[in-house]
């Protein structure tokens, strides 16, 4: 049974965490190292009471970190996408090779802060590193500074420096915080970490909606402004850099103490090492491998060692958690792109769907803490630690099997994925009356098409190889007219009927392949008149269409109803109206005539709009957020209750170790095992469901201990054991 004490920890530790770890790689609710350091001087007071004013400056300063931090990654899915024009697999693997970075980085942060320059030091340096990587990055989202290569390059070094800064500092600004508490104020220690915890919260939300309308509804260089997007959190990150100087002469500033984590790795590759060069059958055999350490290393350090390495066995399975739980910023705001994302009263952008995440987490909390706990307790369930857990991972998988439902739904609207030897094709008549069309040993189009009649769905063409020249046949008002048009495999066409001379003619002309990107309309205009056209659809778009059927190249503009347009002919300027151009359709809009003093146009929707909508994705937000409390939060208290106070830390890295594990899966699947995303939203479900049974049978024989327990027994046979010793000596100098 875990120990009163042990359980206080845990409820209290579970009120206060949502988005990040718990405690840190010096835990500040730790036992005060042992020995001589210089006397630290007391910070002065808020308004009369016992919190320091420090703590002040540490709270403002890790909002906007925070804010720093998610207003950047909140957008990183849809830069990769648009601004550098890469595939959705490595838009995502790339996004999950820098979260992992960030979670692997606070063992060097660790290491630094314990063993070399202390956490004050630390946070200063680290933060320089970082607010230069936001710099980078932000320079870097200049459309016309330089070329892609330079885009790229900028956007990695710029990440890669974030990814060292905010890995760095994280294990180092709450624990800083908790330092500057006298020991005897445990109770507004435990309240701090409650404000610092709300502050991570409160970044994270307002940033996540802020920094999508800084990129979306903002334009800068003709385009989404991401430089904007990046500037405003590196803004942030060097006013958290400024608030945390200013309070430098207010801290408490303990000198490095050293890294007990690298104590307990070495510690147990002694034990490895010393086992392997003792193979022997005729060496006695230990109990535990770690035993083999005793030579090296003391019996109370190997004894919190088999404490910990007994969580860090449960922790194996829990990456897959965060495999599924990190995707929100990149499969998800993927998914919310080809989703229609009108909410009536307000337009949202994909990416700030992402906002849910900590808004449900803030009010879950109160509601499970004081809600359904205690409802559980009152049916005498027993609802374990583990199998809080276990429920969480079960959510998350039943997240991502609605997410794989919704995806089906889209991809409804989706054009059809073409293979080699295939193309599509569908037919518009402008002219006056019905034309029946006929491809030479092809059955298709069985219907005359009618005059202005809306286009059918496109119909797949089978060619005999990469291209191939077909013989079409025209019948209209009893004559009949052949044609030779050339097709290209995995290409799409519209083929044009129109009247030219008093005659029938056609023109083939290529469509799109796929919908338009991140939610885009596209549009192309095909001139009837017998006379050049100038279009302006917007104050930025203008576009020249030429005389007798010409076609124009298609224009991806974001969705919106255009009715402020204009065509100019050599006769005058004529006002031009397109009406509502939705979420992720393609139109070709014909300019037929100029009567009364306007254009006439006749528009056809060549690709569905998005029409499954953005609000469907509630549903998994609602799941994979309550997973997220009942498994982060839960998991966290419960490896804090199971470790040995000068062990926290070392079950902090692993916790962050599992993170980054769970993200390096995601891009391992992105990259090397591509498929649709409906399949890879089920394996993930699947796997994780397969997972969540494998922990919970390891669960079930897990027991669980007191730490203070387990350190009081072992004292006491280290008591008996160095009595024994003193009897064995007396005896022999008697003898």
């Given amino acids: 049974m875990v120990g009163d004490k042990a359980r206080g920890e845990m409820n209290a530790f579970q009120r206060n965490e949502s988005k990040e770890t718990l405690f840190t790689f010096i835990s500040a609710g730790d036992d005060p190292p042992k020995g001589d350091f210089p006397l630290q001087k007391k910070s002065p007071k808020l308004c009369g009471s016992n919190y320091p004013l420090s703590i002040a400056f540490i709270v403002v300063n890790e909002f906007c970190e925070r804010f720093s931090y998610y207003g950047m990654r909140a957008v990183l899915t849809l830069y990769f996408l648009s601004f550098f024009h890469w595939d959705e697999n490595l838009s995502t693997a790339v996004y999950h090779a820098f979260s992992a970075l960030c979670y692997f980085t606070p063992v060097i942060g660790a290491i630094m802060a314990d063993s070399w320059l202390g956490k004050y030091k630390t946070i200063i340096y680290l933060s320089i590193v970082y607010v230069v990587g936001h710099l980078i990055k932000s320079v870097g989202a200049i459309p016309s500074l330089g070329n892609q290569a330079v885009h790229v390059v900028l956007s990695m070094v710029g990440l890669f420096l974030i990814a060292l800064g905010t890995g760095g500092i994280k294990p180092c600004v709450s624990a800083f915080g908790g330092d500057q508490f006298e020991e005897e104020h445990t109770s507004e220690r435990s309240k701090f970490f409650s404000i610092f915890y709300l502050s991570i919260n409160a970044g994270s939300l307002i940033s996540t909606f802020v920094t999508p309308v800084l990129r979306g509804d903002v334009k800068c260089f003709g385009e989404d402004c991401y430089a904007l997007a990046f500037g405003v959190p590196a803004a942030l990150m060097v006013l958290a850099l400024v608030v945390f100087i200013a309070g430098s002469g207010l801290y408490r500033k303990t000198p490095p103490q050293g890294n007990v984590l690298l104590e307990v790795c070495k510690c147990i590759g002694f034990a490895i090492k010393n086992r392997l060069k003792n193979r022997s059958p005729e060496i006695p055999k230990r109990d535990h491998w770690l035993d083999w350490a005793s030579e090296k290393y003391s019996k109370q350090l190997i004894g919190e060692v088999k404490m910990v390495?007994?969580?860090?066995?449960?922790?194996?399975?829990?990456?897959?958690?965060?495999?599924?739980?990190?995707?929100?910023?990149?499969?998800?705001?993927?998914?919310?792109?080809?989703?229609?994302?009108?909410?009536?009263?307000?337009?949202?952008?994909?990416?700030?769907?992402?906002?849910?995440?900590?808004?449900?987490?803030?009010?879950?909390?109160?509601?499970?803490?004081?809600?359904?706990?205690?409802?559980?307790?009152?049916?005498?369930?027993?609802?374990?630690?583990?199998?809080?857990?276990?429920?969480?991972?079960?959510?998350?998988?039943?997240?991502?099997?609605?997410?794989?439902?919704?995806?089906?739904?889209?991809?409804?609207?989706?054009?059809?994925r073409l293979v080699p030897k295939e193309s599509l094709i569908r037919v518009l008549n402008l002219a006056k009356n019905p034309v029946q069309v006929a491809i030479q040993d092809k059955d298709l189009f069985q219907q005359p098409v009618e005059s202005f009649q809306n286009p059918a769905e496109y119909s797949k063409l089978i060619l005999n190889g990469e291209q191939q020249s077909l013989h079409f046949t025209l019948q209209h008002q009893g004559l009949t007219l052949a044609f030779n048009h050339t097709m290209k495999e995995k290409s799409v066409y519209s083929l044009i009927v129109f009247e030219a001379e008093g005659s029938l003619s056609s023109r083939l002309i290529t469509d799109l392949e796929a919908k338009p990107e991140n939610g885009l309309a596209a549009v192309r205009f095909i001139n009837a008149l017998s006379q050049d056209v100038n279009l302006t659809i917007n104050s930025k778009s203008f576009i020249a269409v030429q005389k007798n059927y010409s076609a124009s190249e298609y224009s991806l503009l974001e969705r919106d109803i255009y009715n402020d347009g204009k065509c100019i002919t050599e006769t005058g300027e004529f006002p031009l109206e397109l009406g509502l151009l939705d979420f992720g359709a393609s139109y070709t809009v014909v300019i037929t005539n100029i009567s009364g003093g306007a254009v006439e146009t006749w528009k056809s929707e060549d690709i569905k709009a998005n029409n499954v909508h953005m609000a469907w994705q509630l549903p998994q937000y609602l799941l994979i957020s309550a997973g997220e409390v009942m498994f982060s939060i839960t998991g966290l208290a419960f490896s804090y209750s199971q470790s040995p106070a000068s062990m926290k830390s070392v079950l902090q890295a692993g916790w962050l170790l599992t993170v980054a594990v769970g993200n390096t899966f995601v891009l391992i699947v992105a990259e090397a095992a591509p498929m649709a995303q409906w399949a890879e939203f089920v394996l993930f479900t699947v796997l994780l469901f397969a997972v969540c049974i494998i922990f919970s049978i390891m669960g079930y024989f897990y027991v669980s201990v007191d730490p203070e327990d387990l350190e009081e027994k072992e004292e006491k046979r280290e008591t008996s054991s160095r009595g024994n010793m003193i009897g064995l000596v007396t005896q022999k100098t008697k003898l």
């Fill in 309 to 416: 390495t007994r969580v860090l066995f449960l922790f194996i399975p829990l990456p897959m958690f965060w495999a599924l739980f990190d995707q929100q910023g990149s499969r998800w705001t993927l998914q919310a792109t080809k989703m229609n994302a009108d909410f009536g009263i307000y337009v949202l952008q994909p990416d700030q769907m992402q906002f849910l995440n900590p808004l449900l987490i803030l009010v879950f909390i109160p509601i499970f803490d004081f809600g359904l706990y205690p409802l559980i307790n009152m049916c005498k369930l027993n609802f374990t630690p583990i199998r809080k857990m276990a429920t969480g991972m079960i959510l998350a998988g039943l997240a991502f099997g609605l997410a794989a439902i919704i995806e089906v739904k889209i991809n409804e609207t989706d054009m059809p």
